[in-house]
């Protein structure tokens, strides 16, 4: 009997277990851990953030799923990795500390066999002096934080409603913050309700981000077929924001946060500040700081993870020029290159580098979005690692069948920008591939015919239909394998 174990039961870890069992049934044993009761279907945050929906609305209990599918469930956080075990074990364990009330403190070594590293991002607030739900500025990347985000907001529309002019800022609380799309989306929202609520002439919201240009993305922008035309997104986000009165700050790295106000540097080297009566802004991402240690104890970190804590798989990691990046930097099994039996899905892996040009101050800082790490890929990248594992296992091949580059792979994304049944509208963008690949595609970087962006009201009809969708896929009810990730 095999032991698969998975580290994570977020978008990439729950996929991975849900195919794992099902691919290897009863006669093998996957255990997942993760330190988070419940499930949460991150995107529709942003419409617990507006109030829109209830935390109960974006999650649910994993205990129950995983009693009826047979996965063994330890709601604890993984510590530290031992790939060779140590001198009283024989196989590989990871060291976990219970989060549940009833064990908390308790420490298990817990064995496998194939181990798929899915812990998600560490959200950095620490990273930027004064940032996160804590201190001074608000968040919509737990459903938790979510909640909280929609208490604050609904202070300032009170005090709109009240004829008291509010300074609302969204964007990013990092010079190197990635994840610019959910901000966007969450600006929209907040435009749309202002707009609906009939309260323009209170408001003014600016965009803040590290891009170098509107519509950058973290993915170096993109060319998109739109009403038959191309445009660059810089235009498409441009218009929209014109669109929605949201003004913008571009190439700007926060650097801290008090009270009410940020400071910030622009690539022109100048310092700014910009007051704020609410902000959302979304914070640098970083591994979530497991160690690794080998059979004698030795700390062999470094050999599992990148020095930001994401985990080292078959990407090109060595350091090269921009003009030099390609395709085929990018990971396509996920594995890590030391160990045969180590797999990393969905955000916890390390990208060999940005997609966005990178770019620094005059003084110096790195201002620019890091990869951006969305939902889709994850989830493609959970199902190809649990699908190889399952190979491994069954058939004992050593080869990887299944590949995902995020160079060869395309996403799709649904920027809700304003809820309601007839009144609704998304932004709905479609990117192939995710990294632009200008050998392969010299004109555009992408394919034209698969990059596409439109806005309207059946993008917020999809964006609806899709919540629900994932869930029913995540409760693992009936024929959820026929849902696509
Ligand atoms: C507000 C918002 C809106 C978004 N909207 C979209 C969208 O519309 N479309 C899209 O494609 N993407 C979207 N994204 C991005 C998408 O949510 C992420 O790409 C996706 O959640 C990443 O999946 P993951 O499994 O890698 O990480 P996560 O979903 O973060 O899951 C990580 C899991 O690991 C667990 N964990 C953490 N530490 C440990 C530990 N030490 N040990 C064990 N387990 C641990 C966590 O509890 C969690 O269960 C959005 C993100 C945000 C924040």
Redesign the pocket.
């Known amino acids: 009997m095999a032991k698969v174990l998975i ?7 729950h996929t991975a277990a849900l195919i794992t069992k099902r691919k290897l049934g009863n006669r093998h044993e996957v255990i997942v ?4 009761s419940n499930y949460q279907w ?2 529709s ?2 419409w617990v953030g507006m109030g829109l929906m209830k935390p109960s609305q974006v999650k649910f209990e994993l205990a129950p799923v995983y009693k009826k599918l047979g996965i063994v469930y330890k709601q604890a ?2 510590v530290s990795i031992h790939p060779e075990g140590d001198s009283s074990t024989k196989s590989g364990f990871v060291t976990i500390k219970y989060a549940s009330d009833n064990k908390k403190d308790e420490v298990e070594n817990v064995e496998f066999d194939f181990l798929i590293n ?4 560490k959200l950095n607030f620490a990273g930027t002096e004064g940032l996160g739900p804590d201190k001074f500025t608000s968040s ?2 737990t459903y938790q934080h979510a909640a909280h985000a929609w208490e604050n907001l609904q202070k300032c529309f009170d005090k709109m409603e009240k004829g008291e002019k509010q300074q609302i800022l969204i964007g990013t609380g990092h010079s190197l913050a990635t ?1 610019q ?2 901000a966007f989306e969450y600006s929209l929202n907040i435009a749309f309700e202002i707009n609906k609520r009939k309260l323009n002439h209170l408001a003014e919201i600016t965009w803040i981000s590290n891009e170098y240009e509107l519509g950058d993305f973290g993915m170096g922008g993109a060319y998109v077929k739109r009403g038959g035309y191309i445009t660059p997104t810089k235009i498409f986000a441009e218009s929209i924001f014109k669109e929605y009165n949201i003004n913008w700050i571009v190439g700007a790295g926060v650097n801290k946060v008090e009270k009410g106000v940020v400071y910030y540097e622009t690539l022109d080297g100048e310092y700014h500040t910009k007051e704020f009566d609410f902000a959302m802004l979304i914070p640098s991402f970083a591994g ?1 700081g ?1 160690k690794a240690f080998g059979k004698n104890e030795e700390d062999i970190t470094s050999d599992l993870f990148v020095a930001n804590g994401l985990m080292k798989v078959d990407a090109d990691y060595s350091p090269k020029p921009y003009e030099d990046w390609c395709a085929t930097d990018w990971p396509t099994i996920y594995k890590s290159p030391k160990y045969d039996n180590i797999y990393a899905a ?3 892996f390390a990208p060999p580098h940005a997609i966005s040009k990178p770019m620094k101050s005059k003084n110096g800082t790195a201002i620019n979005p890091t990869a951006p ?4 890929p ?1 989830g493609v990248i959970g199902r190809i690692v649990a699908e190889n594992i399952c190979d491994k296992i069954k058939t004992g091949t050593k080869d990887h069948k299944h590949k995902a580059s995020m160079s060869k792979m395309g996403a799709a ?2 920027i809700s920008a304003g809820y309601g049944i007839r009144h609704g509208q998304a932004a709905v963008m479609t990117v192939y591939p995710i990294v632009p690949d200008w050998n392969k595609y010299p004109k555009w970087g992408r394919d034209i015919d698969y990059t596409v962006g439109e806005i309207g009201l059946a993008g917020h009809w999809m964006k609806l239909f899709m919540h629900y969708m994932f869930l029913y896929k995540a409760k693992a009810l009936p024929f959820w394998w026929m849902i696509p990730e």
């Open positions: 580290l994570g039961a977020g978008i990439a870890g851990v993760s330190p988070n991150v995107p945050n942003i956080l993984a899915a812990t998600g991002p919509v990347c994840c799309g959910a979530v497991m969905g955000i916890a790490r969305t939902g889709m994850s994304c649904i």
